[in-house]
């Protein structure tokens, strides 16, 4: 009931293209909901994250959508470049456990060019 | 600023051998948190300090791990009679809220 499922595993797309990565969960007390950014050989970075009470967010090229009552959140690029190749892992805080972030298992994304 | 530095930044061991990894967060944040990701994996939670309460060692895999964290600052990941299972890329986080976490480069931990 903890986890975050994530889905695809790995996704390649033409550059302008727009790539879609989701996320489910199950355990309502899941309260903020944070995407993050990994290149090879780096930690990852805080890209952009998201609360229930809103049903999508933007920053820049990055869109979060959030369904409620699905209990699902995506992440979508627009026009995406070679240099967002990256590992893109979804979580959730878990207000219940210390504020614990579970984890989605990450995306590997290539935009080729 | 400055943000979380990590090091080593690579180690390499025999089995059997112990291992210490340094993690110094961004100044001020209260939170500390230790993670384990293996190739082409996702994060794996080990360890949890927040300020002076207790930590959170619901993570850690087995009894050879440890972790401490002093002054409310540098924290070391210890692993004792190291494994080949226990070679990953240990990352470290700090967070001055419960919201986001800033993550170091990473210890690439071998052991031979």
């Known amino acids: 009931q903890q986890q975050v499922k994530q889905s695809p595993q790995s996704l390649i797309v033409q550059k302008g293209g727009i790539p879609i990565i989701n996320c489910a969960y199950e355990?309502?007390?899941?309260?903020?909901f944070p995407w993050y950014q990994q290149f090879p050989g780096k930690g990852p970075a805080l890209l952009i994250a998201i609360r229930p009470d809103v049903s999508e967010k933007k920053e820049g090229r990055f869109t979060i959508s959030f369904n409620k009552s699905a209990k699902q959140f995506s992440l979508h690029i627009m026009d995406s470049q070679p240099g967002d190749s990256a590992t893109y892992f979804c979580?959730?805080?878990?207000?219940?456990?210390?504020?614990?972030?579970?984890w989605g298992a990450g995306t590997k994304l290539i935009i080729k060019p | 600023g400055a943000g979380v530095s990590q090091s080593p930044s690579n180690k390499v061991t025999e089995k059997g051998k112990d291992v210490e990894l340094r993690c110094d967060p961004i100044s001020g944040h209260t939170a500390l948190y230790w993670y384990r990701q293996s190739l082409g994996q996702g994060l794996e939670f080990l360890i949890y300090f927040q300020g002076n309460s207790a930590p959170d060692k619901s993570g850690l895999p087995s009894d050879r791990f440890s972790a401490e964290r002093t002054g409310g600052s540098v924290s070391t990941l210890t692993i004792q009679r190291t494994q080949q299972e226990d070679s990953a890329v240990y990352l470290c986080?700090?967070?001055?809220?419960?919201?986001?976490?800033?993550f170091g480069p990473g210890t690439r931990l071998t052991v031979t």
């Open positions: 986080a700090s967070s001055p809220t419960f919201y986001e976490q800033y």
């Open positions: 979580a959730a805080r878990f207000r219940d456990s210390n504020y614990q972030l579970i």
């Open positions: 355990n309502t007390a899941f309260d903020y």
